[in-house]
């Protein structure tokens, strides 16, 4: 299954041009892979539910050691709390209820995942290539399997990075906000050479399945 977008930020360009690489390659190959299409099913709700099990205490000892140090927040260290900052500590029962929520995600995401017939999914490792410093802000295509728990490797492309290169004509409407401010990004930095890797995930409990998988591709 190829994943190209994950419905809530459309891959910088390189990365879309990598993963057709890829997919070329293996159709080219019909008696090895079946190529298909894949749909992560509610990426957006895992984005946001993995930052609550990120920081179950909302951010509170970053602070105090921050405070204890006479360090100030990095703006970037703000950004990955924001979603769960709490000025309280969540209780017990609370972080239980977001473990129940998450294992009743990764029964509809598996029921999901067979549904669509994939021993495994090829997707983006990040949204471009290495971000630029301090730019860091979505780590969506890797947050959605550690919230599902699913293994995946990382694989060496020869695509990299080229000047000037733009958004494809099909691609040019954002999917959200987020996937806004990634194509300013991309706009404001210079990726040129950036080298472009891809990720190849199986099923939870099907590592094997990956490296087997590995092996073939």
Not at 10 to 16: L, S
Not at 20 to 30: G, I, N, S
Not at 116 to 124: F, K, R, S, T, W
């Given at each position: 299954g190829f994943m190209m977008n994950d419905g809530v930020i459309?891959?910088?360009?390189?990365?879309?041009r990598a993963l057709?690489?890829?997919?070329?390659?293996?159709?080219?190959?019909?008696h090895l892979f079946d190529v298909k299409p894949y749909h992560p099913y509610q990426a957006k709700a895992a984005y946001e539910r993995v930052q609550m099990c990120y920081r179950p205490d909302g951010g509170r000892k970053m602070k105090q050691i921050l405070r204890e140090s006479g360090e100030p927040m990095h703006p970037l260290s703000q950004w990955t709390i924001k979603d769960a900052e709490s000025a309280v500590e969540r209780t017990a029962s609370e972080v239980t209820g977001?473990?129940?929520?998450?294992?009743?995600f990764r029964s509809?995401?598996?029921k999901d995942w067979n549904s669509?017939?994939?021993?495994?999914?090829?997707?983006?490792v990040f949204v471009g290539p290495a971000s630029a410093h301090d730019t860091a802000f979505y780590w969506n295509y890797t947050c959605l399997w550690n919230y599902v728990d699913y293994p995946a490797a990382i694989i060496p492309t020869p695509i990299k990075a080229e000047k000037g290169e733009q958004y494809a004509k099909d691609n040019e409407t954002p999917?959200?906000?987020?996937?806004?401010?990634?194509?300013?990004?991309?706009?404001?930095?210079d990726f040129t050479g950036a080298p472009i890797t891809l990720q190849v995930v199986a099923r939870r409990y099907h590592d094997n399945e990956l490296f087997g998988s590995l092996a073939t591709l």
């Open positions: 459309q891959p910088q360009p390189p990365v879309t057709e690489w890829a997919r070329q390659l293996l159709l080219a190959q019909p977001y473990r129940v929520a998450r294992d009743d509809a995401f598996a669509q017939d994939v021993d495994i999914v090829i997707a983006p999917l959200s906000e987020a996937c806004q401010h990634i194509r300013q990004l991309w706009n404001d930095t």
